[in-house]
């Protein structure tokens, strides 16, 4: 399994940069390749994506969610991956996003991409277009403040 850490600073209090990534049906206008997201539930999502020039799909359920600090995931179904995003509060005005993805390569292509390190660009590339979609914008496209309790703490 591949694992992947970036972090990136985002001009924006750290409610704005949490409330964002919860609207995860917007994913497909700054992840490169992620074609679409549907959230099911508070806790499951259904992504559709282009990987490798190969179209995937796979279930997700979130593990973890409290608000301004963290949102981790699992995949259930299709493509295997795991992660988890953390928001740090640096001042009033900026945070810290630290993005963690551990992803199972399939096949030869995929195999030979991480060898090469694209997922390491690609994590990367799609936090910087997260930073500039969202101080663009200057306000998150929604909200979720719900929380979701991880599995060890039920």
């Known amino acids: ?55 995937k799909e796979w279930d997700a359920e979130i593990t973890e969610q409290h608000p301004d600090d963290r949102v981790a995931w699992h995949s259930t179904s299709g493509a295997r991956n795991a992660g988890a995003v953390t ?13 963690q993805l551990d992803a199972e390569p399939e096949g030869a292509v995929e195999t030979a991409g991480e060898a090469l390190g694209f997922l390491d660009r690609l994590v990367k590339g799609d936090l910087k277009r997260f930073k500039e979609f969202l101080e663009e914008r200057g306000a998150p496209t929604g909200a979720w403040r719900g929380s979701v309790e991880s599995p060890s703490s039920r």
């Open 1 to 55: 399994m591949a694992t992947v850490e970036q972090s990136i600073d985002v001009n924006v209090p750290v409610h704005v940069a949490y409330d964002q990534w919860t609207q995860f049906e917007e994913f497909p206008r700054f992840m490169d390749g992620v074609k679409n997201v549907r959230q099911i539930d508070d806790t499951h999502l259904h992504w559709v994506a282009e990987v490798a020039g190969d179209e």
């Open 87 to 99: 928001f740090h509060r640096l001042d009033d005005d900026n945070t810290r996003v630290t993005l």
